[in-house]
């Protein structure tokens, strides 16, 4: 769903009544986004706890097919957001945080838990303080496209890399990158939360859709940020 094609796809921001308002909107969208989040975590933790981890991963190309299948779900509710009900769009959003948590019940073994907690600590102020900044700043975000495209073609051609030259003294310069785009990624994304808002006021089924798929991009952004925060700042096992 693209964010800069809505007025062409549903009209003009602001034609039609807003169906709820948007204080409450945005409190539903991320009150979705700490469900998924909320669904990691008890996942990992179960995963780890109930030593079901060594099970998952003694599976060859477990890792793989797992990241497979997470890049299966978003790219199929990205494309399908317009047709898919709202239910669908739920039940697919909490399908990609469950197979997310099986995946990050592996940093359990990686890092120390009190390392874990204080990232996790740090990601949420840090987030709070960009959606924040999103959502209240008057500055048209939108502008940031394209810098942000490039950020992430960056980070994609420096960890292709990495799978077959040596690159660990570059990776903290990486991890650095990666941590000021998804700071900025969360403005972005949050400040898209009212866009979506006002283009789909006249359909409230297409809304509550919206803000599901506005919940997933905010919940990979906490996700990237704290995995970029992790790899710079975490205390390895």
Known sequence: MDYQNLEQNYGVYGAVKEYEPLNRYTAKT?????????????????????????????????VL??????????????????????????????????????????????????????????????????????????????????????????????????MFINLEQFEIIACTVGIFIFLVFTAYDTQKIKAYHQAYSHDPEMAKKASIFSALQLYLDFINLFIYLLRVLGRRK
Not at 39 to 59: E, G, H, P, Q
Not at 77 to 104: D, E, P
Not at 121 to 143: E, P
């Open 30 to 62: 991320f009150g979705w986004m700490c469900a998924g989040l909320s669904v990691t975590f008890f996942v990992a933790m179960a995963t780890y706890l109930s030593d079901l981890i060594w099970y998952v991963f003694a599976i060859p190309y477990a």
């Open 65 to 162: 097919v797992l990241g497979i299948a997470e890049v299966g779900v978003v790219l199929y509710m990205s494309s399908q957001i317009n047709k898919v009900s709202v239910t669908t769009a739920r039940a697919l959003f909490l399908t990609y945080a469950v197979l997310n948590g099986v995946v990050f019940s592996a940093y359990f073994l990686i890092y120390a838990f009190p390392s874990l907690v204080f990232i996790f600590g740090a990601t949420a102020v840090f987030f709070g303080i960009m959606a924040a900044i999103g959502y209240f700043t008057r500055a048209d975000l939108s502008n940031l496209r394209n810098f942000l495209v490039g950020g992430l073609v960056f980070l994609l051609v420096f960890w292709l890399a990495a």
